[in-house]
């Protein structure tokens, strides 16, 4: 197949392409191909391809709470964009979404079929996109995931394994628990999903929730670091709300029998490709 990737330079899209080398891929960056560029995007139509795994996104949440025009430009009116190049080029489109379209209230994990509410505007941005997706198109997949890091990464783990080097002691909030979902995981899963034809919406995490300062632990204990003092914190103030507990149940993707392991082997996995 001729697998399109937009993001390519970001964590999911870098993991996609060690994923898919099986088929025929193109991978542009932010600067080869921008998403809010409706002419740039449609005229990737002379490449046909035949399936596109759109990951690029606005994922500063923060950042999306204090430029709400630049998020919903990137992430609901981008994803229009590379809905319409599915629709040009007849291509089935991946859409990579977030757990971040639940308000984590509900007190039980999450169906693929439960009401989004969104308590940020990254969320609710990335739901719009959700939004265009399922009414421009026939032919799609929407692969929800959740707290994505990968080898090279900017991201929570590398985080923790910098701020630990600099600091005696760290505060980790335990109000606040997720899917942790490593990356190359997450692509395997995804190159699966795009040729079952069993189109549709699905969760796609890591097994297992972890609050933060659990996930901050386990990634100490990877680098060799099991005794570093961690506190733990039950609120850490940031300009965007976030769900404080979003568990997702995956039912729709363990019926097309693909299932991820669980976030702790992730974890290991990562510390030993950063080779730390
Ligand atoms: N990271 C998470 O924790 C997380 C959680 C749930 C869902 N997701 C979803 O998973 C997908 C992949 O996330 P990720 O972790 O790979 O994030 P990432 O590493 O930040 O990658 C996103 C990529 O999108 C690119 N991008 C930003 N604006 C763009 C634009 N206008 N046109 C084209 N490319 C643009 C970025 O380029 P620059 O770096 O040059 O800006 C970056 O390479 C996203 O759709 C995200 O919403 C992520």
Redesign the pocket.
């Known amino acids: 197949m001729r697998v399109l990737i937009?993001?390519?330079?970001?964590?999911?899209?870098?993991?996609l392409q060690a994923a898919l080398t099986h088929h025929d891929v193109l991978a542009?960056?932010?600067?080869q191909?921008?998403?809010?560029?409706l002419k740039a995007v449609l005229d990737v139509a002379t490449w046909s391809p035949d399936v596109i795994v759109?990951?690029?996104?606005?994922?500063?949440v923060d950042g999306c709470e204090q430029q709400p025009e630049r998020a919903y430009?990137?992430?609901a009116l981008?994803t229009r964009n590379v809905a319409l190049l599915a629709q040009k080029c007849g291509a089935t489109l991946c859409?990579?979404?977030?757990?971040?379209v639940f308000d984590g209230q509900k007190g039980a994990p999450y169906w693929e079929w439960d009401l989004p509410n969104p308590l940020n505007v990254?969320g609710a941005s990335?739901l719009a996109?959700e939004w265009f997706v399922q009414h421009l198109l026939d032919c799609f997949y929407i692969a929800?995931?959740?707290?994505?890091?990968?080898p090279g990464?900017?991201?929570?783990p590398r985080k923790v394994v910098e701020l630990a080097a600099q600091r005696p002691s760290l505060g980790m909030v335990v109000t606040e628990a997720g899917h942790p979902?490593y990356?190359p995981h997450?692509a395997q899963a995804i190159a699966r999903l795009i040729e079952t034809g069993a189109y549709g919406l699905y969760h796609v995490v890591n097994e297992g929730c972890a609050t933060r300062y659990e996930l901050a632990r386990a990634v100490l204990k990877a680098i060799g670091r099991p005794d570093y003092p961690l506190e733990p914190l039950t609120a850490y103030p940031r300009p965007a709300k976030v769900p404080p507990r979003v568990e997702l149940h995956t039912v729709a993707l363990r019926s097309l029998d693909i299932a991820l392991p669980h976030w702790t082997e992730g974890v290991t996995a990562w510390a030993q490709e950063e080779g730390i």
């Open positions: 937009t993001g390519g330079g970001g964590q999911v899209g870098c993991a542009p960056t932010r600067t191909l921008d998403v809010t560029n759109h990951t690029a996104a606005m994922t500063n430009l990137v992430n981008g859409y990579v979404s977030t757990d971040y990254y990335k996109g929800r995931t959740a707290w994505v890091y990968g990464g900017r991201n929570f979902t990356a997450l």
